[in-house]
Nanobody
């Protein structure tokens, strides 16, 4: 099991930027695909972006393509989400997530082994 702790959320105006960070501990971080999910009030949790174990492959939900960038630092056991051109619709709790099995390329909601506690992102209009 891996422990995940997010940070970097907050309140920002529309058009602004935030950078989320996720610190991982408890197993070999570089063997596992990672992802960011979000959940808005009254809505289901949805995948935002995913990154392969090496960082060489990234995938994004259509609603964040061109605005968000997922990255990882395997030497520091950290996952990041750079969010630019934020919109009020991006308001949600953002969760860091780790794959349940090593060496898969991407994560989906059904293949998550560990979740962080979440960090609130609020975008004002």
């Amino acid at each position: 099991q891996v422990q995940l702790v997010e940070s970097g959320g907050g309140l920002v105006q529309a058009g602004g930027s935030l950078r989320l960070s996720c610190a991982a501990s408890g197993r070999t971080f570089s063997n596992y695909a990672m992802g960011w999910f979000r959940q808005a009030p009254g809505k289901e949790r949805e995948l935002v972006a995913t990154v392969s174990p090496s960082g060489g492959r990234t995938d994004y939900a259509d609603f964040v393509k061109g605005r968000f960038t997922i990255s990882r630092d395997n030497a520091e056991n950290r996952l990041y989400l750079q969010m630019n051109s934020l919109k009020p619709d991006d308001t949600a709790v953002y969760y860091c997530a780790a794959a349940s099995t090593p060496f898969v390329t991407v994560v989906t909601k059904g293949t998550i082994g560990s979740w962080g506690q979440g960090t609130q992102v609020t975008v004002s209009s």
